[in-house]
């Protein structure tokens, strides 16, 4: 249970992150597990540095060092960020910087309600239930009967089931369920076609009010997620593109012309020219590539009940003011002289 909460030491069952020189590997710490046929034997981890043991990992210190047949490696606790880099792909997934950034806008806080809808392979949602412990929960939807069902056992095994809710629905044809109407704080939805989720947001977000995400590769998408925002009284509607961009801090050796020679240089006995010298810098350099696209964060506040009701208000004015005025622009020309004619 190793993802619950911070420990000093591996217990059985844990799940922990073997750090190999800069590669990363996550191991369920059992000391038996059944082989191709079904038979118990004992779990032998191989990685490129030898074969390691997994039950001599049970009462080690987070942290440290372990020996492996051709070398050593260092045993850390599980974070969502290190899960995301290790865990078994079913799906695409959202790595670490996009990760944050929907932390942010959504707003979350321990106790938030948020729900998900596209779990996939997860590691989104371990952020998430991070965020919003102990009195939070997420519900996170998938469509895939399949992928619903292991996400939710992969909590039950990382001791999260408590606070997390995996379910198998169609949500863009569903919606949430009854149950979770008016009682989100955040919406994310990571869906090919998130306009069509929108209503069902609107219904799951508390009449206090609440935010809105979706994740969407493609800026068709994000034109037609807009016009939807805007057209059931969402406000403060933006969308962004996280790209992480790692500049080195390293030392350079330039050469350097000792141009000293110019000041007393004549026509008459002209000065020879000193060699160059060489001087080191601290620079930062930038990456020779970067990533040219992620995703589009299409973020938005849906405004409480009062001001959505107010604004519709306001709207309706505003359309029958319009309506009228167009009647009276297609009136015929003595329209109104021969109503007052026939009244007399």
């Known amino acids: 249970m190793s993802f619950r909460n911070y420990k000093s030491k591996i217990d059985e069952g844990d799940t922990v992150i073997l750090y190999l020189s800069n590669n ?11 082989n191709k046929k079904g038979e118990m034997v004992e779990n032998v981890y191989q990685t490129t540095f030898g074969a390691l043991k997994v039950r001599n990992l049970i009462g080690v210190d ?48 321990p106790g938030s309600v948020v729900i998900e809808a596209g779990t996939g392979s997860g590691s989104l949602t371990h952020a998430l239930i991070r965020r919003i ?48 109407s008016g009682k989100a704080d955040a919406v994310f939805l990571d869906l090919p076609s998130p306009w069509s989720g929108i209503p069902h947001a609107v219904v799951a977000i508390k009449n206090e009010g609440g935010r809105f995400c979706s994740f969407s ?17 969402f406000q403060d509607i933006s969308t962004m593109e996280v ?31 000193k060699p160059n010298s060489e001087k080191s810098f601290v620079v930062g350099t930038w990456p020779t590539s970067t ?25 309706e004015s505003s359309d029958q003011l319009k309506t009228i005025e167009n009647g009276e622009k297609d009136k015929p020309n003595g329209a109104e002289e021969m109503s007052i004619d026939e009244n007399q």
Not at 62 to 84: A, F, M, N
Not at 217 to 233: D, F, K, N, W
Not at 264 to 272: A, G, I, L, Q
């Open 62 to 109: 987070y942290g440290s060092r372990v020996d492996l047949s051709k070398g050593w490696g260092h045993v850390l606790q599980p974070t969502p960020e290190s899960w995301s880099l290790t865990l078994p792909h079913r799906t695409q997934i959202i790595y670490t910087p996009d990760i944050s950034m929907i932390m942010l806008q959504l707003d979350l806080v």
């Open 291 to 315: 990533p040219g696209h992620t995703g589009y964060l299409t973020v938005a506040t849906l405004p409480p009940t009062f001001i959505r009701k107010k604004c519709n208000q306001v709207q």
């Open 133 to 180: 412990r102990p009195h939070g929960h997420v519900y996170t939807f998938d469509f895939h009967d399949h992928r619903a069902k292991v996400a939710q056992e992969e909590f039950d095994d990382h001791g999260l089931a408590e606070f997390v809710t995996a379910r198998h629905r169609d949500v863009l044809a569903e919606g949430f369920g009854d149950e979770l």
């Open 24 to 34: 990363l590997h996550a191991i369920e710490v059992k000391p038996e597990i059944k």
């Open 243 to 273: 790209l992480q961009t790692e500049i080195k801090v390293t030392k350079r050796t330039v050469p350097v012309r000792d141009l000293s020679f110019l000041r007393h240089k004549s026509s008459e006995s002209p000065v020879d020219e």
């Open 217 to 233: 590769p493609c800026i068709e998408q994000v034109q037609r997620t807009c016009s939807a925002l805007e057209s059931h009284g």
